[in-house]
T-cell receptor, first 117, second 113 residues
Framework: AQKVTQAQTEISVVEKEDVTLDCVYE???????LFWYKQPPSGELVFLIR??????QNEISGRYSWNFQKSTSSFNFTITASQVVDSAVYFCALSRFSGGGADGLTFGKGTHLIIQP | NAGVTQTPKFRVLKTGQSMTLLCAQD?????MYWYRQDPGMGLRLIHY???????AKGEVPDGYNVSRLKKQNFLLGLESAAPSQTSVYFCASRPDRPGYEQYFGPGTRLTVT
């Protein structure tokens, strides 16, 4: 069985601080995919990044960066110089590698990030 | 290009009533999914479909049925609603490429009293 753990239920920081959201996963598969989604107060789910298990390169996109470490089964997300607009619930998710579509996402419980002005 | 749409956006049901949630996508995606989101629980997979005419159970399928008669539509049915089914329901779709991200609809907020 797959499992995703986001141990931080809620994080509150002041604007311009850096913040890291932790994600630890469990899977028996050797090939899998990891995702981060953002859910702003409006409620929709916004895709942020996808990473496959063969690619351990870190990724940076503007103020966002992701650190994937297979050795610790972690896929952490860092926001640099946070802004109020970053306030949202962030979900880490895991899917199996499957050509047959049987790869619904296993989500963590989410981290509620509050950026105070 | 509307992406993934869900109908209705909100609904209140009494215990024992039935209803159907409609999900539609215009991206020609093969795979479609229904999730439910409960406070503090993240999203959990209810049912999914790998193509027209096919459906399969996810993590929490009890009390729900689904149908995929057309490729672009995925219906979620509640035959006899229970208060435990009060939740926000999200539909998603993705193309037939392994590991591709799922595109989510805006959600349906269902309350069962």
């Amino acid at each position: 069985a797959q499992k995703v753990t986001q141990a931080q239920t809620e994080i509150s920081v002041v604007e311009k601080e850096d913040v890291t959201l932790d994600c630890v996963y469990e899977t028996r598969d050797t090939t899998y995919y990891l995702f981060w989604y953002k859910q702003p107060p409006s409620g929709e789910l916004v895709f942020l990044i996808r990473r496959n298990s063969f690619d351990e390169q870190n990724e940076i996109s503007g103020r966002y960066s992701w650190n994937f470490q297979k050795s610790t089964s972690s896929f952490n997300f860092t926001i640099t110089a946070s802004q109020v607009v970053d306030s949202a619930v962030y979900f880490c998710a895991l899917s199996r590698f499957s050509g047959g579509g049987a790869d619904g996402l296993t989500f963590g419980k989410g981290t509620h990030l509050i950026i105070q002005p | 290009n509307a992406g993934v749409t869900q109908t209705p956006k909100f609904r209140v049901l009494k215990t024992g009533q039935s209803m159907t949630l409609l999900c539609a996508q215009d991206m020609n995606h093969e795979y479609m999914y229904w999730y439910r989101q409960d406070p503090g629980m993240g999203l959990r997979l209810i049912h999914y479909s790998v193509g027209e005419g096919t459906t399969a159970k996810g993590e929490v399928p009890d009390g729900y049925n689904v149908s995929r008669l057309k490729k672009q539509n995925f219906l979620l049915g509640l035959e006899s609603a229970a208060p435990s089914q009060t939740s926000v329901y999200f539909c998603a779709s993705r193309p037939d490429r392994p590991g591709y991200e799922q595109y989510f609809g805006p959600g349906t907020r269902l309350t069962v009293t």
